[in-house]
């Protein structure tokens, strides 16, 4: 692999829709008339497959980030990435994109050598790009009993490549995680991605158009790397802070959480997640709109919503139980839920809104974190861990 480079200010979606991004050696060579199309999975508000996901929270999303992988050996890469909201791959004629992001320029090889890129594209901040949107379930329904245009196509196409075989350009492959290989991972009404992993529905069946060569990889590859960002069920208000990844002040007993995760330091629960915090809404003194949302908890623990006046440490942090206390100054409770399926919110109506109940009276910053129970012998002898911290500029 030669690098990773990010296009944009990465301000690129507060929810990772579609990931599959399993680790391959492999890559899926093209000459560079030939786009390779693959389908994967989004899922609506009706998806019902509850054995590897919940249902989706709306019946489109609107993409906001692109992550995806080839290879060359040109010293640039000229690129075509495409989007159809319904296809089956392998079936028919190549589908016609409705949404196709032309790449030119794009990092390559230095001394004609094979080279691999990750590429991660702002569609928000990045000149010539735009976000677009992409249909749950093909058509926003999940139609039962086939899926089969339940789901959304992808293409890559490297137009610069050489001509000349063996073609060496081309998507990079992911791989299958078998105990992720469903790949849409959504929790109570959001979003839940901790990891790579096989794309929902997955199999090794990619197709090279034109010509419709249908071609089976397995067990080689599942599909192009991509992984896809969105505002999928809010945009988000507000900023993440003293996230338990180790950037800022470590976790008390090396639990630090993946840096892509955006969470507090690693529960007990699967020795993969720390809890998430985000705020949703307007924080607005006149239309408090304003929510708290916590994933990746334990399943059914207790979960305490504080807020305070400052960050502790300068936003870093200081370890406290199983985690980082992150928030200080004047600290009040607001709330202490239930979680359910990994998740609890606050407010949720009828409750009183979070500056009525955290006394917020004039403009400024506010910072909020959630506490929760977490009694198993994992870490430290205390029996509760924190989220990561999130601060919010309340106006008039």
Known sequence: MGAVQGLGAQSIGADVIYNNTTPTTYYVPLHPSQTLWDSGYLPSPTASFASVSKA????????????????????????????????????????????????????????????????????????????????????????????????????????????????????????????????VRWSFNAVDYAQASGGAFQSGYMAIYPGNFCVDYFPYAFGPHLRLFAD?????????????????????????????????????????????????????????????????????????????????????????????????????RLATKQASNSQAEYPVSPEQPISVLGGVTTPGSRFYQVWYRNSANFCTPATFNLSNGWRVEWAL
């Open 56 to 183: 989706g929270c709306a019946t489109s999303y609107t993409v906001t980030g692109i992550e995806f992988g080839y290879v060359t050996d040109q010293t640039t890469a000229d690129i075509v990435l495409s989007f159809n909201d319904q296809y089956d791959v392998c079936s028919g004629l190549g589908p016609i994109p409705h949404t196709a992001l032309t790449l030119n320029g794009m990092p390559g090889s230095l001394n004609g050598s094979i080279t691999g890129w990750i590429i991660t594209l702002d569609l928000r901040n990045t000149p010539g790009l735009t976000p677009f949107t992409l249909v749950a379930d093909g058509d926003g329904t999940y139609d039962p009993p086939t899926i089969a245009y339940d789901r959304f196509g992808y293409g890559i196409r490297i137009t610069n490549a050489s001509s000349v075989w063996p073609y060496r350009s081309g998507p990079i492959a992911a791989g299958d995680d078998i105990v992720y290989g469903a790949g």
């Open 232 to 332: 999928a069920c809010g945009a988000l208000a507000g900023e993440i802070l003293c996230v338990g990844d180790g950037s800022g002040t470590a976790c008390p007993c090396g639990n630090t959480s993946p840096s892509a995760n955006r969470e507090g330091c690693r529960h007990s629960i699967n020795g993969v997640n720390g809890a998430r915090l985000e705020g949703l809404g307007t924080p607005s003194l006149s239309q408090d709109t304003f929510f708290l949302r916590a994933q990746r908890l334990p399943p059914t623990t207790t979960a305490l919503f504080f807020q305070g006046t400052s960050a502790v440490a300068g936003g870093s942090g200081a370890a406290f139980g199983d985690g980082l206390r992150c928030v200080g100054g004047t600290v009040t």
